[in-house]
């Protein structure tokens, strides 16, 4: 069994900053790559970033030069830094890792991007 353990959600202004963390604990052997995807009321869940265990990452054009996925890989744990938030970015956010035959999913992080 794997377990994701998600923090750092909440609520901000416009233009402000989150850091999201996600800690992988459990069965794992090894961790493949690490992701964030976020889903907004009405809207399908989507991808925000990822993470290889190499170090390789891709982004959606929606959050590119203000987010910044990193991970740990010796604290099997994914970070999200979110800069100049908007609030299109509302949603709940999850994190996602990839082990070589399954994929595991947080429980959600709630953020809110409100003046």
């Known amino acids: 069994q794997v377990q994701l353990v998600e923090s750092g959600g909440g609520l901000v202004q416009p233009g402000g900053s989150l850091r999201l963390s996600c800690a992988a604990s459990g069965n794992i052997f090894r961790i493949y790559s690490m992701a964030w995807y976020r889903q907004a009321p009405g809207k399908q869940r989507e991808l925000v970033a990822r993470?290889?265990?190499?170090?390789?990452?891709n982004y959606s054009d929606s959050v590119k030069g203000r987010f910044t996925i990193s991970g740990d890989n010796a604290k099997n744990t994914v970070y999200l830094q979110m800069n100049s938030l908007k609030s299109e970015d509302t949603a709940v956010y999850y994190c996602?890792?990839?082990?070589?035959?399954?994929?595991?999913w947080g429980q959600g992080t709630q953020v809110t991007v409100s003046s």
């Open positions: 993470i290889t265990s190499g170090g390789s990452s």
């Open positions: 996602n890792i990839g082990l070589r035959f399954s994929t595991y």
